[in-house]
């Protein structure tokens, strides 16, 4: 999961995600309910894999516009 080497983490918490984003943690609480947002619960825990915000970012510069987390996934043709 972590990898206490090179500090990089493969989850992180909807914390983490909320500062990460700049928004705050209910934001990210709303979205995950919704089902708009990816993230695993496990008990009352909910992680939120470090890979989706890399997509975010990724898509967004490579289309030049703002991406939903619901859209990663999704052929963009359709």
């Known amino acids: 999961m972590n990898d206490p080497k090179d500090g990089s983490c493969d989850w992180l918490t909807v914390a983490e995600v909320a500062s990460a984003l700049h928004v ?3 934001t990210i609480y709303r979205e995950i309910s919704a089902n708009r947002f990816p993230a695993l619960r496990i008990g009352r825990r909910i992680l939120v ?4 915000l890399d997509q975010l970012a ?3 510069l490579a289309t030049g516009t703002s991406v939903s987390p619901e859209a990663l996934g999704q052929d963009s043709s359709t």
């Open 24 to 26: 705050s943690r209910m």
């Open 49 to 52: 894999p470090a890979r989706v």
């Open 58 to 60: 990724d898509t967004a």
